[in-house]
């Protein structure tokens, strides 16, 4: 269907074009200096020391879960409220996710609270998801992880440019995971990213990420090297040149674009509270610098969620959520030895609507959606 205001929109223009030419023309397609390229750029903008890109953010976080030594008889612990993917990657080592709590109707991101209840022997691992791009309160976490001598990885797939106290997110933990699907702020179609400080850890991906090959096709194209040993089950999990192009032209265009993003999220906050204040917009407030990559609204108690994403629809605006919480699916809710209490997790995520949020919307248009919120509220309390 044709959205009138759709959830999200990507704008790629004639940099991208001409960049992924130029790689088209190169006759030198798979992963090489242009690679190289955006690693470099990226490590600079989050300011880490290894940047290395992969096929996308799911590889990245398998990735990171191996690299801190996830395995059979291993739990981490994450968000229930997160991509399905963010727990898959840790079934993927034959380690246990175990759920935790979130913060509250405002704070969506893991309650530090909750996942030091969490933790028992088994935990080698806890990954903060930065939901939305908003920051986990990771002071808290990594005192967590010091105390009890656990890894810590970022899911930052929402967050690609974002901070906390002055440390762009996906930098204060073991290992950083971003992705570059196409409703990500940076997009490079699919695609992902993996940041350390550590050289051993930046190592032990570098491998991973090839087969667990000594040395690349790339580094034996150059003349560096003549054969290869394998010293790890290592994966292809690499990205191309293509895709890399892409990112690079992307990532050049990512201050501006969340500069925008937090713009339009101010104008949300303001409408929605002139215009429909029983819905609240979380992370008001929230500590640290936003990448803004999604617009969650949390609907009062007793509006039924359906009608009201319905009713949107009907005026053309389209609505997510995010997420109907891992626990719940068919494939996790034999996950276990008993059934996760995550009684915020579970009030939440039945109440939240995601709304249209990306650069190229106008503030007319997020007033807009704001009174069809405030129209389609109406509308169920008159059926009440
Ligand atoms: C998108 C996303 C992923 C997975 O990234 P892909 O690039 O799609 O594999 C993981 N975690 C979260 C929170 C995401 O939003």
């Known amino acids: 269907m044709g959205w009138r205001i759709p959830l999200s929109d990507i704008e790629i223009g004639s940099g991208e ?6 790689v088209l ?13 955006f ?22 976080l398998h990735m990171a879960c191996l690299a801190v030594g996830l395995g059979p008889g291993d739990e981490a612990i994450v968000p229930s409220l997160t991509f399905v993917a963010t727990a898959n ?4 080592t034959g380690a246990t996710p175990v759920f935790a709590d979130i913060a509250g109707e405002n704070d969506l991101n893991l309650s530090p609270a909750a996942v030091e209840r969490a933790i028992t022997p088994r935990t080698r691992a806890i990954i903060a998801v930065h939901y939305g791009g908003y920051a986990c309160d990771m002071p808290a976490l990594l005192a967590l992880a010091r105390g009890y001598g656990l890894a810590v990885i970022e899911d930052a797939a929402h967050a690609v440019g974002a901070e906390l106290d002055d440390r762009k997110l996906g930098t204060w933990g ?3 995971c971003f992705s570059f699907f196409s409703n990500k702020n940076l997009t490079t179609g ?10 051993e850890m930046a190592e032990k991906l570098r491998l991973l990420r090839s087969h667990g090959m000594t040395t690349l096709t790339w580094d034996r194209h150059k003349g560096h090297a003549w054969s290869y040993d394998v010293v790890e089950l290592g994966y292809n999990y690499r990205i191309d040149e293509i895709r890399a192009a892409l990112g690079l032209v992307q990532l050049k265009k990512l201050p501006q674009n969340n500069d925008r993003r937090r713009r339009l999220t101010q104008v949300y906050r303001q409408a929605m509270q002139e215009l429909a204040p029983q819905v609240s917009v979380p992370f008001q407030g929230h500590p640290g610098v936003s990448s803004a990559h999604l617009l969650p609204a949390v609907l009062p108690h007793g509006v039924s969620r359906i009608d009201f994403m319905e009713a949107l629809k009907a ?3 389209q609505t997510s959520i995010h ?12 996950w276990g030895t008993q059934p996760p209490d995550l009684p915020v997790t579970d009030d939440v995520a039945a109440r939240e609507v995601t709304l249209p949020l990306y650069p190229g919307l106008s503030e007319e248009e997020v007033v807009e959606v704001c009174q069809a919120v405030q129209r389609a509220l109406l509308a169920e309390h008159s059926r009440a």
């Open 39 to 60: 690693e470099a750029a990226f490590a600079a903008m989050t300011g880490s020391r290894h940047a290395l890109a992969v096929t996308n953010g799911t590889a990245a």
């Open 323 to 334: 997420y109907p919480p891992i626990h719940t699916f068919s494939a996790y809710r034999d």
């Open 17 to 22: 074009i001409s960049a992924v030419r130029k």
């Open 25 to 37: 023309e190169s006759n030198w397609l798979s992963m090489g200096q242009v690679t190289q390229d």
């Open 190 to 199: 699919e695609g992902g990213m993996l940041v350390t400080n550590r050289a």
């Open 89 to 92: 990657a840790v079934r993927y």
């Open 174 to 176: 073991d290992v950083g």
């Open 315 to 317: 005026e053309g605006i």
